[in-house]
Each structure stands twice: as structure tokens, then as C-alpha cells.
């Protein structure tokens, strides 16, 4: 299934700000009404908003269908954990 998953498309469909959708989606990481994180063919993705709640999950299709008010859609910034024990490597040297 991982072979099927790294040769989808992703894609994020907003309407009217209270119904998204996405492909492309490998797995719900967390969730609760104010911010949901996904995993992604593309990386990982929050959403914050409102009332959020999952209409339709169907991770065999990579797909998700949530509602309710939709504020914010982010791709984090993976960062390494080797740089950041660099850095406190440094200050406690």
C-alpha cells in the first residue's frame, strides 16, 4: 500500500470556508474541533479552525472531508532533531 500512496495526487478543496477537502491524506495524527494534524503524501498538515469535525474518512481512497469553520491550513517545517541538539550541545558545553 505505500508503493499506492507515494503515487497519489495531493490536492485541498475549500468551499465557502466550512467544507474542506483533501487527498492524498496517509493517516489523522490528532484531532479535536479547534486543529487537526494529517499526514500527507506532501508532508505534514494542520488545520485550525472552528467546530471542526471529520465528515468523511476513507484513508484506502487517501482522502478526508471536514467541516466547519476553517481559519488556517499550515505545512510545517520538518526540523531535525540532529540541529537541535547542536544547538543545546553548544549552550552546555
Known amino acids: 500500500m505505500s508503493e499506492k500512496i507515494t503515487n497519489v495526487n495531493h490536492k485541498i478543496v475549500i468551499e465557502e470556508r466550512s467544507e474542506l477537502f483533501i487527498t492524498g491524506v496517509k493517516k489523522v495524527k490528532s484531532f479535536d474541533p479547534k486543529?487537526?494534524?494529517?499526514?500527507?503524501?506532501?508532508?505534514?498538515?494542520?488545520?485550525?479552525g472552528q467546530d471542526l469535525g471529520v465528515k468523511n474518512l476513507n484513508l484506502d481512497q487517501t482522502e478526508i472531508e471536514i467541516q466547519g469553520q476553517i481559519d488556517l491550513l499550515s505545512y510545517p517545517?520538518?526540523?531535525?532533531?540532529d540541529s537541535s541538539r547542536g544547538v543545546w550541545e553548544k549552550i552546555f558545553k
Not at 494529517?38 to 508532508?43: A, C, N, Q, R, Y
Not at 517545517?77 to 532533531?81: E, G, I, L, Q
Open 35 to 48: 486543529e487537526i494534524h494529517l499526514d500527507t503524501v506532501k508532508g505534514n498538515l494542520i488545520i485550525k
Open 77 to 81: 517545517v520538518n526540523r531535525s532533531s
